[in-house]
């Protein structure tokens, strides 16, 4: 379904998603600054009149604060040093979650949120556009992040630039990193906790004999969420390509091993579910009455008595042979003469 836009400047293929700070920062790098013209929305003019009175002075910002609550909140998650709380919002946003939920978890309004979308991360409408999504803002912030893979050093004398080469590169960080934006976006919420905390829901351990289990259980999606992290972020090339068609080809056969597991298993389920339905469990009466016109009753009336495995194949309507002693045998065995 074709998208439709109000404002024909949120078609440009090429959009950043902080647009309209953009334009405002071009409005406010003027003296005197830029006016707005009829083309801007009512969230550019309110975030200029919120920059002029930000720069001006602290009296401004205490009545913005209560004036702007939102805004305010806003502004001081894109402008803060740690980014890891405005790298949660934006992976959250990615996951297609609401203004309110996730103003819930990070603790705060839903108009902290809706401002910091509208200015400075704005991709909710265009969530569908997923080539956009994968070009604009995913790989950039795979470039971002690499950038940054060697760990930062005060001391140059030290740690120069020929040791800054010959230093073990992070693959990922041990905490937030790109990865965090990347499986949000394709898996939703709910690997959007996993990847953020290792943890999908807060679920005490009720008693001491559960701890290790919650322990183990923990420990496995904790090893499989840093694999996965990892796996979406290395190199390939002509030293390792051949270990990655080793390690596909043991996937392939463990998943043929799983899928041979999972038909025995089923064939086992349909005996128990046949051995359960199809033989009707009677007694005197109501069992001639049940096993009549099928073949475990002509079985049923020789004196031979018919074994659980012979029960079971008889009362699915399969036929066996079954050698019948003679009914005189015990009369001949008693007999003297």
Not at 32 to 45: L, M, S, T
Not at 47 to 58: A, V, W
Not at 67 to 74: I, K, N, R, T, W
Not at 200 to 212: F, M, R
Request: aromatic residues 12%; proline residues 4%.
């Amino acid at each position: 379904m074709a998208t439709i836009y109000h404002n024909i400047y949120l078609a440009d293929p090429d959009l950043r998603t902080d647009w309209r700070h953009n334009r405002v920062l071009q409005m406010l790098s003027t003296n005197p600054p830029g006016r707005c013209n009829r083309y801007d929305d009512k969230w550019i003019q309110q975030y200029k009149t919120f920059m002029l009175l930000h720069r001006k002075n602290d009296e401004s910002r205490t009545r913005l604060l209560y004036e702007m609550p939102g805004l305010y909140y806003a502004y001081k998650l894109f402008d803060a040093i740690n980014r890891d709380t405005a790298l949660i919002v934006e992976s959250r946003l990615l996951a297609g979650m609401t203004y309110a939920q996730i103003a819930d978890l990070i603790k705060t309004i839903p108009e902290t949120i809706e401002w910091y979308e509208r200015l400075y991360f704005n991709v909710t409408e265009f969530l569908s556009n997923r080539d956009w999504i994968l070009t604009k803002v995913l790989l950039p912030s795979v470039d971002r992040y690499h950038d940054t893979l060697y760990e930062d050093k005060e001391d140059d004398d030290v740690f120069d630039k020929i040791n800054k080469k010959m230093a073990v590169k992070r693959i990922v960080k041990p905490h937030l990193d790109m990865t965090l934006k990347y499986f949000s976006y394709f898996g939703g919420p709910h690997v959007c906790d996993m990847m953020i905390s290792g943890f999908t829901e807060v679920k005490h351990v009720t008693s001491v004999e559960d701890v290790p289990d919650f322990i183990h259980k923990n420990f496995v999606n904790t090893i499989a969420r840093r694999s996965l992290q990892a796996a979406s972020q290395f190199d390939i090339n002509q030293y390792n390509v051949l270990e990655l068609f080793s390690l596909h080809g043991k996937i392939i056969e463990v998943m043929k091993e799983d899928k041979s597991k999972s038909e025995k298993l089923n064939s086992i389920e349909k005996q128990f579910q046949s051995f359960l339905t199809d033989i009707p469990w009677a007694t005197g009466m109501k069992a001639q009455e049940a096993y009549e016109g099928k073949l475990i009753a002509e079985h049923d009336k020789t004196h031979y008595e018919v074994s659980a495995e012979e029960a079971l194949v008889t009362g699915s309507g399969q036929s066996i042979e079954i050698d019948v002693p003679p009914k005189d045998l015990f009369n001949r065995a008693g007999s003297t003469k």
